[in-house]
């Protein structure tokens, strides 16, 4: 018997219904009952009427002004140079900018680049006024808080001295009495320095208060008594210690600039540039070296056992064609750089160079350079200086 295929009928009522086949895919299988998904149309975008060119600068304006506020109260700020305190490591007129931020006292967080002050590091500090002459601080260039000055750290908290076998923790404060009024000079409190003198400074114990006492002139001595072996004192006195030397000027002021370096530490010594000024063109017919300008001399104290490096350099010219001259440096009167410097300046006016130096070792004390000058012909202008480097 032979069998049928067998055939689904549609009750009455019922619609066929087709699928159409479609490809498979993965993403069929992760959207929602294996339908394609459809992403909604994005909504317009919201029209902003544009910026007007002067609301872009004020709103620039304002975001600059804000961080150079920010930045110039916790982490840098510009100064300017005022004085030659520094030269030649910085001269007047520098701009600066300063790092506020890495100076902090103790410990700080592990993350931020603070230390403590060093020796040797060069701070800007607000001036804090001086008592000992309070006329100085009318000084429009010189108002206490307001100016800010440039120095090199000498001494720190926690350096020390050894008085008579006895080492002492200077104080915070400094040494008492370092002034140039109302002092101790030979041993005698109350004192006023004399104008244009050097000392030497000592420091003794004044009932527990470690006291300067100025002496004048450069006697010292090496002590040999037991306990103090090796520290420098006044000749025989144990007790005093020598700190340094100053040479007083005709105010019987402490000076300390380029062309004055007339304060001087025993301790911690460093290299010290000293620079005169330019003669600016001062003229000489003589054939032999002579003073060009005192304006131009270079004063200086030194240690005995210190050498110092000195110098001229700089430009001259000749009234006459090809004409030569010759600069040298005096030091505390007639002398000279080994055969001097010699420069055959060319045509008439054209200038030729005038630069030497010279290393000598000076006695202990206080001294002059001066620039000197020389033709070997017609008429020559200069245009040099002095220099020195000495240590203290």
């Not at 009427?49 to 840098?76: C, Q």
């Not at 000195?310 to 006459?320: C, I, R």
């Amino acid at each position: 018997m032979a069998s049928n295929p067998t055939t689904n009928k549609l009750s009455k009522g019922e619609t066929e219904t087709t699928t159409e086949a479609k490809p498979f895919s993965f993403s069929r299988l992760i959207n929602r009952n294996g339908h394609d998904k459809h992403t909604p149309p994005a909504p317009a975008p919201v029209q902003v009427p544009p910026k007007s060119v002067w609301r872009e600068y004020f709103e620039s304006a304002v975001v600059t002004v804000v961080m150079a506020l920010f930045g110039m109260t916790f982490i840098v700020q510009a100064v300017k140079v005022p004085t030659g305190s520094m030269q030649n490591t910085i001269t007047i007129g520098d701009h600066l900018l300063v790092n506020k931020f890495i100076f902090a006292p103790g410990a700080s967080l592990p993350f931020l680049p603070q230390r403590e002050i060093k020796r040797g590091d060069i701070i800007v500090f607000k001036y804090p006024g001086n008592k000992y002459e309070p006329d100085r601080d009318q000084r429009p260039d010189n108002t206490p808080i307001l100016t800010n000055y440039v120095k090199r750290v000498i001494g720190i908290p926690g350096d020390r001295i050894k008085i008579n076998g006895v080492i002492y923790p200077i104080p915070s404060a400094g040494i008492a009495g370092l002034a140039n009024t109302s002092v101790v000079v030979a041993s005698t409190p109350g004192q006023n320095l004399a104008a244009s003198t050097t000392y030497t400074i000592f420091a003794f114990n004044a009932g527990g208060v470690i006291t300067a006492n100025y002496i004048a002139g450069t006697s010292h001595a090496t002590s040999a008594t037991a306990g103090n072996v090796g520290t420098e004192i006044y000749p025989a006195a144990d007790s005093m210690t020598l700190i340094g030397m100053v040479r007083t000027n005709a105010s019987s002021q402490f000076v300390d600039t380029a062309a004055n370096r007339s304060v001087l530490s025993w301790f911690n010594r460093r290299n010290i540039d000293a620079r005169g000024a330019n003669t600016a063109g001062a003229i000489t017919v003589s054939t032999t070296a002579v003073a060009l300008t005192a304006a131009a001399n270079v004063l200086f104290l030194t240690w005995g056992e210190e050498a110092v490096a000195l110098g001229v350099e700089g430009t001259s010219s000749s009234s006459v064609d090809h004409g030569v001259n010759g600069s040298n440096i005096y030091l505390d009167g007639p002398g000279q750089l080994p055969q001097g410097v010699l420069c055959n300046c060319g045509g008439i006016g054209a200038f030729g160079s005038n630069s030497g130096s010279i290393c000598v070792t000076a006695t202990e004390g206080f001294h002059t350079i001066s620039p000197m000058g020389y033709v070997l012909g017609g008429t020559g202008s200069f245009y040099i200086a002095c220099s020195a480097m000495i240590r203290g």
